[in-house]
Structure formats: C-alpha cells, structure tokens
C-alpha cells in the first residue's frame, strides 16, 4: 500500500497570500496524483489531476506540480473561499487508492 | 448535468446490515467506473470499495472485506454498497463517486454523502 503523508497539518495564511501545500508518497506514484478540497458540511471537490492539470472550473490561482514522490499544491493569492481542507490521492498502484491525512488552510 | 445521490444511510446497531444506493444521471453507470469512500467523523478521506466497467470486478479495502459488497443495476443506473456485520469504526458519511473512464483513477464528481451510524 503507498502511503501519502501531507504537510503540515495546519496552515494559517492571511488573504491575498500565497499558500503552499506538500503531499509525499512512500513510493514512486509518477502523476498519479490529485488533489481535492473539502469545505465543511460539503463533500470534496477535485482541483487537480495528474499532479498538474486543473479540474474544469478550478482558477488558475490553484497550481500543482511535481512528480515521483513529492508534490506540491499552490494557491498563488488566498481568497475567503479558499479556507478549506485540502487532501491529495494517488491513482498509481490499486488497490487501494490512498488519500494523504489532509491540510487544513485556515486564516491567519 | 451529471449527478450522484446517495441514500439508505442510517442508524444500526453493531453487527446489523444497511444498504446504500446511489442513483447516477446524467450519465451511464456500466462505462464508468465507480467507487464508495468514507469519512469519518472529524477525520480525513477513506477509500472502501470500487467497481471497474466491463465485467464489473470489485475491490475493497481490507478493513472492510468480507463485509462489504459492491454492486450495480444498469438498469436502474444506481450504485450499491451492502455493508453487514457493521461495526462502530464504520460510522462515517459515506461518498460514492464516478472516475474519469472505466478504471481506477480521481474521483469526480462525488455525492453528497449519507450518514451511517453504528451504535446500540
């Protein structure tokens, strides 16, 4: 099973700044990854996909990059719709598909 | 416009059984593939089980196999989950969600989620 470990836990960010979210996978997982955010009450919604491609409707504020093991998602100028968690997947190897334990964006 | 609702959550006492459905449209079930994921409460996401197109195989995840099947009626375009022997570390909301084509990949879109509670 590959494990995905996100980092940190907690990020506390101030509007209009940048935010910068890390995911590693215990192996190689090529762009196998997708990122998702989870607002509360509402059920996850995906950003990403192939570690860099934006989901339809996703502004390009939110990036991804990285490949292998490390990835990371940016969110270039926070915006209040932002603050959410933020969780990243690996389609690589399955089953099972893993999710990393998740970043929470909350304001600074 | 393609959606997912989820029903049939519940409360259900440790070892009862519970069956989720969730109803597709705006799409055909059978050319996806399709999966069930869990959260529980206050906690991050968890995948539970999947079924590919084609000849349908399964998957599940070791912490529910043996007590959890998945299955679908292309007829009726619907999804299933039948969860028995439940026990109390299954309360979650449960998503179901659609992949990009027939096999494993990101999930989009997701449901809206049913609560299932296991407690006496």
């Known amino acids: 099973e590959i494990v995905m470990t996100q980092s940190p836990a907690t990020l506390s960010v101030s509007p209009g700044e940048r935010a910068t979210l890390s995911c590693r996978a215990s192996q190689s997982v090529s762009s196998n990854l997708a990122w998702y955010q989870q607002k509360p009450a509402q059920a996850p919604r995906l950003l990403m996909f192939?570690?860099?491609t934006r989901a339809t409707g996703i502004p390009a504020r939110f990036s991804g990059s990285g490949s292998g093991t490390n990835f990371t998602l940016t969110i270039s100028s926070l915006q209040s719709e932002d603050f959410a968690v933020y969780y990243c997947?690996?389609?690589?190897?399955?089953?099972?598909?893993?999710f990393g334990g998740g970043t929470k964006v909350e304001i600074k | 416009e393609v959606q997912l609702l989820e029903s049939g959550g519940g409360l259900v006492q440790p070892g009862g059984s519970l069956r989720l459905s969730c109803a597709a449209s705006?799409?055909?079930?059978?050319?996806?593939?399709m999966s069930w994921v869990r959260q529980a409460p206050g906690k991050g996401l968890e995948w539970v089980s999947s079924?590919?197109?084609?000849?349908?195989?399964?998957y599940h995840a070791d912490s529910v196999k043996g007590r959890f099947t998945i299955s679908r009626d292309t007829s009726r375009n619907t999804l299933y989950l039948q969860m028995d022997n439940l026990r109390a570390e299954d309360t979650a909301v449960y998503y179901c969600a659609r992949h990009r084509d027939g096999f494993l990949n990101w999930f989009d879109p997701w449901g809206q989620g049913t609560l299932v509670t296991v407690s006496s």
């Open positions: 079924i590919i197109s084609g000849g349908g195989t399964t």
């Open positions: 997947q690996q389609y690589n190897v399955w089953p099972p598909l893993t």
């Open positions: 705006g799409f055909t079930l059978r050319i996806y593939a």
């Open positions: 192939d570690a860099s």
